[in-house]
């Protein structure tokens, strides 16, 4: 993917060079049918079309931008209730993730959206302890993490 991302920067600079335009236009003229070039030619690189990437990157932002606003609302409707009914609870989930950085990604997206924490990450690094502040449904609350976090994880690395 890198070498792709270089190949792409390298003509867009070959663009702006040739056309004897030096402006950032000219550039981003160049960087744009440097990707058409390069999707005409993905078949001959080893990795898949790194846009698909950036397109996989992008959806895991918008996963999870859509996941903080959802648990705010959920935390600012516990913090504003006059009787508190929580039900905290710890669960542990089984990923199906395997390298080290998609775990560490995983975990991450989980602590930061309000109300869930990763507590600890077993030995294999296949099971994640997560505290939840108030918790339903647990067989739930793992298929809704598998089916944003996870999901969206495992088509940005393959």
């Known amino acids: 993917?890198?070498?792709?991302?270089?190949?792409?920067?390298?003509?867009?600079?070959?663009?702006m060079f040739l056309s004897n335009d030096y402006s950032?236009?000219?550039f981003a003229k160049g960087y744009f049918f440097g990707?058409?070039?390069?999707?005409?030619?993905?078949?001959?690189?080893?990795?898949r079309f790194y846009f698909y990437?950036?397109?996989?990157?992008?959806?895991?932002?918008?996963?999870?931008?859509?996941?903080l606003v959802k648990s705010n609302i959920s935390v600012l409707k516990v913090i504003l209730s006059p009787k508190l009914n929580l039900r905290p609870g710890i669960f542990a989930l089984e990923t199906e993730l395997e390298k080290e950085w998609e775990i560490t990604i995983l975990?991450?997206?989980?602590?930061l959206t309000p109300g869930t924490l990763v507590l600890e990450v077993s030995e294999d690094n296949k099971t994640l302890y997560i505290h939840a502040m108030d918790i339903d449904d647990?067989?739930?609350?793992?298929?809704?993490?598998k089916n944003t976090f996870e999901k969206?994880?495992?088509?940005?690395?393959r």
């Open 53 to 67: 990437n950036v397109i996989a990157i992008i959806k895991l932002l918008y996963i999870f931008l859509v996941e």
């Open 138 to 145: 647990v067989e739930q609350a793992k298929l809704d993490i």
């Open 35 to 47: 990707i058409l070039i390069l999707f005409v030619l993905r078949r001959f690189f080893q990795h």
């Open 107 to 111: 975990s991450n997206l989980i602590t």
């Open 1 to 15: 993917m890198a070498f792709q991302i270089l190949l792409n920067f390298i003509l867009g600079f070959l663009w």
């Open 152 to 157: 969206a994880i495992k088509e940005v690395s």
């Open 24 to 26: 950032s236009l000219a």
